[in-house]
């Protein structure tokens, strides 16, 4: 597998909708560690956890998640 | 996992997770103590095994503040999930799982070649204890250090 990594937008989004960390763990059902976690890129969520943040935005997944090239 | 209501399983089943680990920690450490017991004279013996009854209470009294706390905290209908409950702490507590396989793998390894070299045999209780010191203490430390509290905290707010 080539040299990737996850990034995400997932504070921006949060920025967006005025929401805490706590809040959107709580809307789609995970732990706030969990969620900031994600978003400072030391755990890579499931596929379950994407979709249940781009269904929260409203967005498609590739919007909020994307491969970074790091080579 | 679309529910508001949710949220608090997913940090209570977290809680779980480091109280297993605390149990966890305390197990190898009864080991810890049982395997350092073979190895001492009498009157040092008597010490540790109070250390070790401390050690080995305290981690039943958590096992049963596990039972209350799922009782308590967790609803009937969602107790099998809570169980299964995705998350960092969870995939945490595997990573933790591997590195303890490893680090008992090695050690009882490492007893053989050391036996087999010098051709002695240690009691079967020191070898047994200490493979289970390592194994217990290596998850539970390794658990701690992937869960210490770092740079996420800093980025709580909206």
Not at chain 1, 38 to 56: D, H, K, Q, Y
Not at chain 2, 12 to 26: G, H, I
Not at chain 2, 54 to 79: N, W
Not at chain 2, 92 to 103: H, M, V
Request: a neutral charge; hydrophobic letters at 50%; charged letters at 20%.
């Amino acid at each position: 597998m080539h040299d990737i990594e996850l990034s995400n937008r997932i504070r921006v989004f949060r920025a967006e909708h005025k929401l805490s960390q706590g809040d959107l763990a709580a809307q789609i059902g995970v732990s706030r560690k969990t969620i900031s976690t994600i978003e400072v890129g030391r755990f890579v969520p499931s596929t379950v956890i994407a979709l249940l943040l781009a269904r929260r935005f409203g967005v498609p997944v590739e919007e909020i998640f994307s491969l970074d090239d790091r080579s | 996992m679309n529910s508001t209501s949710q949220t608090p399983i997913a940090e209570a089943a977290d809680q779980r997770w480091y109280l297993l680990a605390v149990m966890v920690f305390l197990l190898g450490l009864r080991s810890a103590i049982a395997a350092g017991m073979v190895l001492v004279d009498q009157p040092y013996r008597r010490y540790l095994g109070w250390a070790e009854a401390v050690a080995a209470l305290s981690a039943v009294a958590i096992v049963l503040l596990l039972v209350v706390f799922k009782f308590v905290r967790v609803p009937r209908d969602q107790r099998r999930r809570f169980l299964d409950m995705e998350g960092y702490v969870k995939e945490t507590s595997l990573k933790a799982c591997r590195a303890s396989w490893s680090a008992t793998l090695l050690t009882l390894m490492l007893f053989t070649v050391v036996f087999d070299e010098q051709d002695t045999s240690m009691p079967p209780e020191f070898v047994l204890q200490t493979a289970l010191a390592v194994m217990l203490g290596v998850f539970s430390v390794s658990f701690f250090v992937m869960n210490r509290s770092s740079d996420d905290e800093g980025v709580a707010g909206a």
